[in-house]
């Protein structure tokens, strides 16, 4: 026999190891369940066959005819657990339903809570809570990431992990901190395993951005990463050519200035971008500075 054998898992360690590497980094119970039990203690509540009696007639074998049986109805489904309808929205309609929905919010509540009950994206059901925001919604600033990770999803904040360690950092540079700066991200949801977010999830999740940002109505839109600038600016060009760069973008009630730099995670994974950004935040304090003086 030939091929690769996985050794066995020897430790606790290797056990976590594999389990982070399919993506398992979530623990959806308070405390293990021992499956192996269960499965036993179920073989032991299934009730024995009844014993044959002596001289009775051996059980009919395949292809001999059997006794004329009335068919039964099919058992209503209990009461206690009802079966959750998990039929996905087509995807046109979902995105049509998304921006009707981001329409009618006349107030960052309003869409907070047009969130908490919008069904149209699949991530809201493997996410733990919503990620909305963070941070001062009458900011003259507002930071917007691509998708929470895993202590987003936990806290239903947006950067408390160790990107957000370091958002704080760039925002005391310049001067800011969550009193006076508005954080939130393009996609509300983690998605599993953060994993990147599909197209068409963020096409649902989009008009409620865009309308986040319309109600926020902040003077400057900082999109970090490069999907942040894609989905809002609508640029082509990475990240690298965009970024220090001003944007014009439309909040649909006016046009403020927005500027793309690197997202948190990509600093922490390459250190030497930490200098661009230092640009980028001068750019953008500058930008702040102007707006005040006007």
């Not at 109805?73 to 087509?90: E, R, V, Y």
């Not at 704080?168 to 983690?190: E, F, H, Q, T």
């Not at 409620?208 to 809002?232: K, M, W, Y």
């Amino acid at each position: 026999m030939t091929g690769t054998v996985t050794p066995p898992l020897t430790n606790l360690a290797d056990i976590l190891a594999f389990h982070l590497d399919a993506g398992v980094d979530v623990a959806l119970e308070d405390a293990p369940v021992d499956r192996f039990a269960l499965a036993a203690s179920a073989r032991e509540a299934r009730p024995a066959a009844a014993p044959v009696p002596a001289g009775a007639p051996p059980p009919r074998r395949s292809g001999t005819q059997a006794a004329p049986h009335t068919p039964r109805a099919p058992a209503a489904p209990s009461a206690a657990m009802p079966i959750p309808n998990l039929a996905a929205q087509p995807p046109d309609e979902a995105v049509m339903a998304a921006r009707e929905a981001a329409r009618s919010a006349a107030s960052l509540d309003e869409l907070r809570n047009i969130l908490e009950r919008f069904e149209g994206c699949p991530l809201k059901r493997t996410a733990t809570r919503l990620v909305f925001a963070d941070g001062n919604p009458a900011a003259k600033v507002m930071f917007v990431g691509e998708a929470p990770g895993r202590d987003e999803d936990a806290q239903g904040l947006p950067f408390v992990g160790r990107s957000g360690k370091l958002l704080d950092l760039m925002l005391g540079a310049i001067g800011l901190d969550r009193a006076s700066a508005y954080i939130a991200n393009v996609i509300p949801w983690r998605p599993p395993g953060n994993r990147t977010p599909t197209p068409q999830e963020t096409a649902i999740c989009l008009p409620f951005i865009r309308r986040q940002i319309e109600l926020a109505n902040p003077d400057i839109l900082v999109c970090l990463g490069n999907p942040s600038a894609q989905t809002l600016l609508g640029v082509t060009e990475g990240i690298t050519k965009t970024r220090g760069r001003f944007f014009a973008y439309d909040t649909g009630a006016r046009t403020i200035k927005a500027i793309p730099t690197f997202h948190p995670a990509y600093l922490l994974r390459t250190p030497l971008g930490k200098r661009m950004v230092w640009r980028d935040l001068l750019e953008i304090e500058e930008a702040l500075k102007e707006g005040a003086g006007q």
